[in-house]
């Protein structure tokens, strides 16, 4: 039996194939309904052309659901062009084909055309199988949907936590300090970066012995998500403590500019 759904996702197509490719995108586009667990002591960063992984499954998180072989090949025409493939020809004890193509390819708006397809047997079991399947690239498709609201922003704050951590490394404190507030710039309107990034302000300032940063950063821990619930957010506060938690500040414009724009 076979499963064939189609989604449009507001990201570049670039963006999109390049993400298909990493393991915690699919750990994350999977949550709640399935978790997966690497066997093994390595960590599971990417799928690579000819790539076996074992993985234990969990359903809701925490319901043992057996073990899945992900068996992956990359499909990149030769001349760049598209649409590009990644196939997971996998297989378990209970399923003996799982065969998952995910195809990418660019449309006319800027966005993605992504499809999912796969065909499944299990015996007797593939009827029921195939009614999880649906739910389950459902599901997928629609935390990819959401993910594309979130992974531009996330890929500034790792630009800017990047200079953070080569500034600190170099004992420049006032450029560490600047990455770390152009971070709070961006990360505000979603509320886990937006706590990551307080949570990286209240080790660097305990690593400096600034006790007064360090009181300033668990106050704006505790307002944090009080924010995030009111909707009550100070655009271009930069988050320390040398301002105050609810004052609007003015955005740089190299960084506005980088907000606004949504990069390959």
Request: proline share 6%; hydrophobic share 40%; glycine share 6%.
């Amino acid at each position: 039996m076979k499963v064939d759904l189609s989604t449009t996702i507001d990201l570049p197509a670039e963006a999109v194939w390049a993400e298909v490719q990493t393991a915690p995108l699919l750990m994350h586009i999977a949550w709640p309904l399935m978790r997966f667990v690497t066997v093994g002591k390595e960590p599971l960063d990417a799928f690579k052309d000819g790539g076996r992984y074992l993985m234990k499954l969990r359903l809701f998180g925490f319901l043992p659901f057996g073990t899945q072989w992900i068996v992956t090949s990359l499909h990149e025409p030769e001349n760049g062009t598209w649409p590009k493939r990644l196939r997971d020809d996998g297989h378990s004890a209970m399923i003996r084909k799982w065969d998952h193509w995910i195809t990418v390819a660019p449309n006319p708006d800027g966005g993605t055309d992504y499809r999912d397809k796969v065909e499944i047997s299990a015996g007797v079991l593939t009827p029921f199988v195939w009614i999880f399947a649906q739910l389950f690239y459902r599901h997928r498709q629609r935390r990819w949907r959401g993910l594309a609201a979130t992974l531009h922003t996330r890929r500034l704050i790792k630009h800017e936590m990047s200079d953070f951590e080569k500034a600190r490394l170099e004992d420049d404190w006032d450029s560490a300090w600047r990455a770390l507030e152009r971070a709070h710039i961006i990360s505000q309107p979603f509320l886990r970066p937006h706590l990551g990034n307080h949570r990286a302000m209240l080790r660097y300032a305990i690593e400096q012995r600034d006790w007064r940063e360090v009181m300033g950063q668990l106050v704006r821990l505790a307002l944090a998500p009080l924010g995030a619930l009111t909707g009550r957010i100070p655009i271009g506060n930069t988050g320390r403590s040398n301002v105050s938690a609810f004052q609007k500040m003015p955005i740089p414009d190299d960084l506005r500019r980088a907000i606004e724009r949504k990069l390959p």
